[in-house]
């Protein structure tokens, strides 16, 4: 049973610390996203790649996060340093886009992040 | 830039019976995709039901189908018989038919199955 897997499951770290996420997407999917959520933005996404090269990162700030896919199997969000603002849920999904035709996106189940 | 818009942040049926959850979206493409995606309790997000704008056919998977009109740029999802299990945050999302694949999702619904 292909599932994206997240780690960790929760985080509680301390203002300042640098954060890291980890994420598998399903093997053969070639685009990655990452999502952030909140009560009050909602579904924001921060990032995507496809084939690992990032195409979208505009929902993301620049100064603090920093997203990456070393290989096929993993995709990484950085955060540095981390701010009470940043705790939220933050969900990694994957989706195979072949040619002009798109299939759903899988998501991962979620990384709650509690900065103090 | 495509914008989707769920109109009612929350609501709420009993058991067995039907409900409607709205959506409407922007959009000057022609070819793209929508979906209905559930977040129980548990935050996992779970696809219901899936639309390609260029089938005129309405959706349907079980217990669950859409109303799409394309014309109007609605997209309404009916659960019928619903259950308590139905009991999550339901989201509306467009994703346009290009190379980019970009999803736009709605704010959400919650949607509460009463006993």
């Known amino acids: 049973d292909a599932r994206v897997t997240q780690t960790p499951r929760h985080k509680v770290t301390e203002m300042g610390q640098e954060v890291t996420m980890r994420c598998q997407p399903i093997l053969g999917h070639n685009t990655v996203f990452w999502y952030r959520q909140t009560m009050m933005q909602g579904l924001e996404l921060l990032a995507y790649?496809?084939?690992?090269?990032?195409?979208?990162d505009s929902g993301m700030p620049k100064d603090r996060f920093s997203a990456e896919m070393p290989d096929a199997t993993l995709a990484t969000l950085k955060i540095q340093p981390s701010e009470p603002r940043d705790s939220a849920v933050y969900f990694c999904?994957?989706?195979?886009?072949?040619?002009?035709?798109?299939?759903?996106?899988?998501f991962g189940p979620g990384t709650r992040l509690t900065v103090l | 830039a495509q914008t989707v818009t769920q109109s009612q942040p929350e609501m709420s049926v009993q058991e067995a019976e039907t409900v409607t959850l709205s959506c409407t979206y922007d959009?000057?493409?022609?070819?793209?995709?929508l979906f209905w995606y559930k977040q129980p309790p548990s935050r996992q997000m779970i696809l219901v039901i899936r639309?390609?704008?260029?089938?005129?056919q309405n959706a349907t998977e079980n217990r669950f189908s859409v109303n799409f009109q394309k014309a109007a740029k609605s997209f309404s999802l009916k659960i019928s018989d619903s259950q308590l299990g139905d009991t999550a945050m339901y989201f509306c999302a467009f994703t346009p038919n290009t190379n980019a694949g970009k999803s736009t999702f709605g704010d959400g619904t919650t949607l509460t199955v009463k006993p």
């Open positions: 999904a994957s989706g195979q886009l072949a040619g002009l035709s798109y299939n759903e996106q899988f």
């Open positions: 790649f496809r084939n690992r090269a990032p195409l979208d």
């Open positions: 959009t000057s493409e022609n070819n793209y995709y």
């Open positions: 639309q390609e704008a260029y089938k005129q």
